[in-house]
């Protein structure tokens, strides 16, 4: 498993992170057109160095031109998590004089940087930080989107056939889909609000935190 992982709403968790030298890190988002928010997150695979972080920068498609890249914000031992918004980034056109090996691609690309904390920190994000309200959509979309995917294998108990899979009543679905709703409510107006929310995020999603 990679150092990183990438959450994108209503797809599987990315860990397909590919290593450029020694400190760069890239993965492509399939369709990107659609692609409101990410989070990005230390797998827990290995703690980045003393003193590191990781710098994140995102590459929108341009058939005609090589890939150029934002920077995002970063992630660090500290902060094992980030949400980013990139909808505005699609129609921006401010590129970061770095590269990361990579072709011409249509799909939309995330590039990790490990790079001195005195260094991130001089850095200015494409867009500004993502507020309570960009947190609570992301969140929202992404636990509706999954109990609307199980939900609709949902049957009777007429339906059912013999099997040995185990089954779970729909309404304990339910149930987890009102926690989460109540937990998200609890955090959204605390100070911090953005990095428990994507370790809620990943706990329901099975993902350590580190």
């Given amino acids: 498993m990679s150092f990183f992982g990438l959450i994108v709403s209503g797809r ?3 860990t397909d992170f590919q290593q ?7 993965t492509t988002v399939p ?12 797998t827990g695979v290995q ?12 590459s929108w ?6 890939p150029s890249w934002q920077y995002l914000g970063f992630i660090s031992n500290a902060k094992p998590s980030a949400i980013f918004k990139i909808t505005k980034l699609k129609h921006l056109n401010n590129p970061a004089n770095i590269t990361f090996g990579s072709a011409i691609s249509h799909n939309a690309q995330i590039g990790i940087s490990i790079e001195p ?9 494409a867009v500004a930080e993502p507020s309570g309200n960009d947190f609570m959509e992301f969140t929202t979309k992404m636990v509706e989107n999954c109990f609307n ?26 149930d987890w889909y009102a926690n989460f709703q109540r937990r998200l409510s609890q955090i ?19 993902i350590p935190s580190v």
């Fill in 12 to 14: 599987l968790v990315q």
């Fill in 20 to 26: 450029f030298g020694t400190n760069q890190f890239l």
């Fill in 31 to 42: 369709d990107a057109d659609n692609v409101n928010h990410i989070v990005v997150f230390l």
């Fill in 47 to 58: 703690p980045l160095p003393e003193g590191f972080g990781g710098s994140v920068y995102f």
């Fill in 61 to 66: 498609p341009d058939p005609a031109a090589p």
């Fill in 117 to 125: 904390m005195f260094q991130i920190q001089s850095l200015t994000p």
């Fill in 149 to 174: 995917y199980v939900a609709s294998f949902g049957v009777t108990q007429s339906q059912m056939r013999p099997s040995n899979d185990m089954f779970v009543p729909l309404g304990v679905l339910r």
């Fill in 188 to 206: 959204y107006p605390k100070k911090g609000m953005g990095k428990k929310t994507c370790v809620l995020c990943c706990s329901l999603l099975g």
